[in-house]
């Protein structure tokens, strides 16, 4: 079984300049996330998402960032402006279980902002 | 935010020795979860507790969950140079929605 899938692994910008990261899910996982995660820091949940609707979004900053999920499967994460604080690893992760299961993680896009 | 504690932020042992990090954490769960995540890569679950459980095992895995402490811990037994990584702690929230909240991490190094 194909993991969770994660492109690019690994973005250098200029601040201001806008990124848009990639995930697959686990085939048949309706349940999609995306997390932030800080150097030394554990994730920290952006958006969760119940095949095509985004039931929690409310740690994403919506100023800058959005997400999408058509057709309830890939998604697209997007920041726009990009700012130096944005510098991270942005994970998705699936779960089959709605809610606090399980979830297996993709291997994350490193952001560096310049 | 990060919601809950774990302990030690840092460890370091010699292959062999076995491993405890320890998780504390404010709320009501429905479940802890652990995961670890080596450098350069994403989780990887590694075991789910439930409220309603004390002690689950999985290899050289032991987890324990203390709710009335609110406190879980992770022993790895005869520990190998391949657990290096940093493992952390989830909590899955309880309620009527839930989510998981992940600790700050432990990271450990086994010395070969």
């Known amino acids: 079984e194909a993991g969770v899938v994660q492109s690019p692994r690994y973005k250098i910008i200029e601040k201001k300049q806008p990124v848009a990261f990639w995930c697959n899910p686990i085939?048949?996982?309706?349940?999609l996330y995306w997390y932030l995660q800080n150097l030394g820091q554990g994730p920290e949940l952006l958006i969760r998402?119940?095949?095509?609707?985004?039931?929690?979004d409310s740690q994403l900053p919506k100023d800058r960032f959005s997400a999408e999920r058509l057709k309830g499967v890939d998604s697209t994460l997007k920041i726009q402006p990009a700012e130096l604080g944005d510098s991270a690893v942005y994970l998705c992760?699936?779960?089959?279980?709605?809610?606090?299961?399980?979830?297996?993680f993709g291997p994350g896009t490193r952001l560096t902002v310049t | 935010s990060q919601q809950g504690e774990e302990d030690p932020q840092a460890l370091s042992i010699q292959e062999g020795e076995n491993a405890t990090m320890n998780c504390s954490y404010k709320?009501?769960?429905?479940?802890l979860q652990w995961y670890r995540q080596n450098s350069g890569r994403g989780l990887v679950h590694l075991i789910l507790i439930r409220s309603n459980e004390r002690e689950k095992h999985s290899g050289r895995l032991r987890v324990t969950l203390d709710t009335s402490k609110k406190s879980s811990s992770l022993l790895i037994t005869a520990s190998r140079a391949a657990d290096t990584a940093s493992y952390f702690c989830?909590?899955?929230?309880?309620?009527?929605?839930?989510?998981?909240?992940f600790g700050a991490g432990t990271r450990l190094a086994v010395h070969p």
């Open positions: 085939s048949g996982h309706n349940t």
């Open positions: 709320t009501s769960i429905n479940n």
């Open positions: 989830a909590r899955g929230t309880s309620g009527g929605y839930n989510k998981l909240i």
């Open positions: 992760a699936s779960s089959s279980i709605a809610g606090a299961g399980e979830q297996y």
């Open positions: 998402y119940e095949n095509e609707e985004a039931v929690d």
